[in-house]
């Protein structure tokens, strides 16, 4: 435990649940007796729209579970659905509900342990001898010692076992045509639903980064402010911040701004937020730059009880800093103030932006064209990774004049602007309202007349897109987040009848994999339209000495892969 921890929060796990803040752990439920077979969100339409009741989150605690927590956001939300669950029966199965024991916080519950057991004791014992600067390598570049073409046979092995496992999983659900195909797939390709190309990379394999999020704390011991990553879990039992001034993949200029800007946080009278006791102000640092000169810095804290006066003149001082100050050095051409509160029980996540210095975006040059960027759009972390993996999936996709593209969870257009060259016409959705901003403002500095963009989820919006295209053909790219694309999203592609290949990118196959055997499932009630298969797959390195990098899949209609494979 650090000597900044308050002791009062060092014993009590459940502490937290005496803070203003919200946390799903307050008002939570059991609900039991749930069928064997059903969909969450199957579930969540009987809470929210039948049973019209006001969750705010449900938490399975394994898979296949018979029974799953539903979270509220007051007593009197979870008072009404206790009583309109308790022997409702659903799927001919009868429901009980009653009040969950919240869970404890899992860093006092990890240090109470660990006082018990000792085992702090051993654990530093075994890591004493290993420098700190190590520490914050094996948890942000863990491969940083190994020689870059190990890092990508590493990977492409990686990417063949997934594909391995999502074709098992995809030949497990399927029937008839869909059998055979899989089998010939399989058999023709050594157990992979499609082909593998070698995987791709770029010749600039350090200080890739545009953007990194760092955390502003203390170091181990307690007695030092740290801007930079943290060294493990807050569920591990550590809330201690590494520096970053060895980490290859992280550029230069940033470095100078986290140095510079811990100078800053030293000299302030505020502390760091603290994660334990949420006691503290300053939170994070999110930095965002361009192969030019562009620099975005974000500063993002706590307010606490500080008045709008205090907040204000914590804005001025900041503006001086780095117009003026010290932070001079750093030639940060964009500087944000975000208030960054945790969630309240209206949902709402109180982050808020506030432009306080130099320009309201910054600007990157990809294939040739230019983008704005703001705070809150997202921009693939790698630049020149990005044009690599672009022009992978247009080189899957293959479209033509007579193509509309779908680029949905779009983003600030990149992917879609990098395919307007290439197809007729192109409509873009994504959710951040910003990032649609800075994707029409994209079209008109890049003198584009083939683009469209819009605001909101696709799985609400995506049909009456699909209604606006008017080229015969329809290719759709899908960039989504971590978790995957949204089950009704899904549904609809699969609907649209003149969707005949479909671009899959994921930053985490696994979690994707979901998705991928959805698309390709026999046709049913649920699962209208022909099956999309995978032809045809390349993994690209976004992310040098780590463990992660992109997967592209070109998915086609069952049918059309069928003929192309018979013509060959």
Not at 456 to 484: C, H, Q, S
Request: charged share 25%.
């Amino acid at each position: 435990m650090t000597t900044s921890e308050p002791m009062e929060a060092e014993k009590n796990p459940y502490a937290y649940l005496e803070r203003d803040d919200f946390t799903s752990e307050k008002y939570k439920i059991e609900v039991r007796g749930l069928p064997k077979y059903y969909g969450i969100g199957e579930f969540k339409k009987l809470l929210n729209e039948k049973l019209e009741l006001q969750t705010c989150k449900v938490k399975p605690p394994k898979r296949s579970s018979g029974w799953l927590y539903v979270s509220f956001r007051n007593e009197e939300s979870r008072q009404k659905a206790i009583e309109k669950l308790n022997g409702i029966l659903w799927k001919n199965c009868k429901l009980s509900a009653q009040v969950a024991k919240p869970a404890p916080d899992p860093f006092i519950k990890r240090r109470l342990e660990e006082e018990s057991t000792n085992k702090r004791v051993k654990v530093d014992e075994d890591i004493q001898d290993i420098p700190i600067e190590d520490k914050v390598k094996l948890t942000t570049i863990p491969l940083w010692d190994m020689p870059y073409p190990s890092q990508l046979e590493l990977k492409q092995q990686e990417m063949t076992t997934i594909l391995t496992t999502i074709c098992k999983q995809m030949l497990k659900e399927s029937k008839g045509d869909l059998s055979d195909w899989f089998n010939y797939q399989k058999s023709k390709y050594q157990g992979l639903p499609c082909e593998l190309l070698s995987i791709l990379s770029t010749d600039t394999i350090t200080e890739y980064r545009n953007k990194c999020e760092f955390t502003i704390g203390r170091n181990d011991a307690g007695d030092k402010v740290v801007v930079g990553f943290r060294l493990s879990s807050y569920a591990a039992g550590s809330t201690a911040v590494g520096p970053i001034d060895n980490l290859c993949h992280i550029p230069k200029k940033m470095k100078v701004v986290v140095k510079v800007f811990e100078e800053f946080i030293k000299n302030s009278e505020l502390k760091p937020f603290h994660p334990v006791d949420h006691s503290g102000y300053w939170r994070q640092l999110t930095v965002r730059s361009t192969l030019s000169s562009d620099l975005m810095v974000i500063v993002g804290m706590h307010p606490q009880d500080l008045s709008s006066e205090k907040l204000e003149e914590l804005k001025s001082q900041l503006k001086s800093f780095f117009e003026t100050g010290k932070g001079v050095e750093a030639n940060v051409t964009s500087l944000y103030f975000q208030i960054m509160k945790k969630k309240s029980g209206n949902g709402n996540n109180g982050d808020n932006f506030y432009h306080i210095s130099g320009t309201k975006y910054i600007e990157e040059t990809l294939l040739g064209m230019k983008f704005r960027v703001s705070p809150q759009a997202f921009f693939q972390v790698n630049t020149l990774g990005a044009q690599t993996l672009y022009k992978a999936a247009i080189d899957l996709a293959k479209p033509t004049m007579d193509t509309a593209l779908l680029d949905i969870c779009c983003g600030t257009g990149t992917i879609g602007l990098a395919f307007s060259k290439h197809c007729g016409e192109v409509f873009g959705l994504e959710m951040v309202e910003d990032a649609i901003k800075d994707a029409k403002e994209n079209v008109v500095t890049n003198g584009i007349s083939n683009c469209e963009f819009f605001v909101g989820k696709a799985e609400d919006i995506l049909y009456p897109v699909i209604r606006r295209v008017t080229k015969p053909d329809i290719i759709a790219v899908v960039d989504p987040p971590r978790a995957g694309l949204h089950q009704r999203a899904l549904l609809t592609l699969r609907k649209a009848t003149k969707l005949s290949r479909l671009v899959y990118i994921s930053c985490d196959p696994r979690a994707a994999a979901k998705n991928l055997v959805d698309l390709a499932r026999p046709i049913s009630k649920q699962y209208v339209g022909e099956p999309l298969v995978p032809v045809k797959a390349v993994a690209v390195d976004m992310f040098p000495y780590t463990k992660h990098c992109e997967l592209v899949l070109c998915l086609e209609r069952l049918s059309v892969a069928m003929k192309s494979r018979d013509s060959i």
